[in-house]
């Protein structure tokens, strides 16, 4: 469905001023639609209406303003403002979590590396007794 009075890399980049994204593989995402998908729609200049609604009634973002650029960015500024920080805190959180994971992991190569050093150490010690035999 090609419609030439909007414009669908604009409407990417007001989702990605909204929701403070870097790159459009965090706009698919966010729509739920896969990478492939979204080229697939700016390639056609189609548009996935639907899914745009029900995302902006979701976190209060005025539909309007994201597919034509001209109103307010969201419908009620206070509850864009509570859906944008909710939005913030979720991603924090998956960061943290995703930081902790890393963390963690570092601390078990680290506790795997140094057994290793002690077991390397101790066939050292045993090649060296074995040595003087």
């Not at 989702?15 to 990478?35: A, C, M, P, W």
Request: neutral net charge; glycine residues 4%; charged residues 35%.
């Amino acid at each position: 469905m090609s419609n030439k009075k909007f414009d669908i890399n604009k409407i990417i980049l007001r989702i990605k001023q909204v929701k403070n994204f870097e790159i459009d593989r965090n706009v698919s995402d966010y729509l739920g639609i896969t990478s492939s998908a979204m080229t697939n729609y700016k390639r056609r200049d189609s548009i996935p209406f639907e899914i745009i609604f029900e995302k902006c009634e979701k976190d209060g973002i005025n539909f309007h303003w994201l597919i034509t650029g001209k109103g307010e960015m969201y419908l009620d500024s206070d509850i864009g403002m509570v859906a944008s920080k909710m939005n913030d805190m979720i991603e924090e959180i998956g960061r943290q979590k995703t930081e902790n994971i890393i963390e963690n992991a570092r601390h078990m190569a680290q506790s795997i590396d140094h057994r290793i050093s002690r077991v390397e150490d101790r066939l050292k010690k045993l090649e060296d007794k074995v040595n003087e035999q």
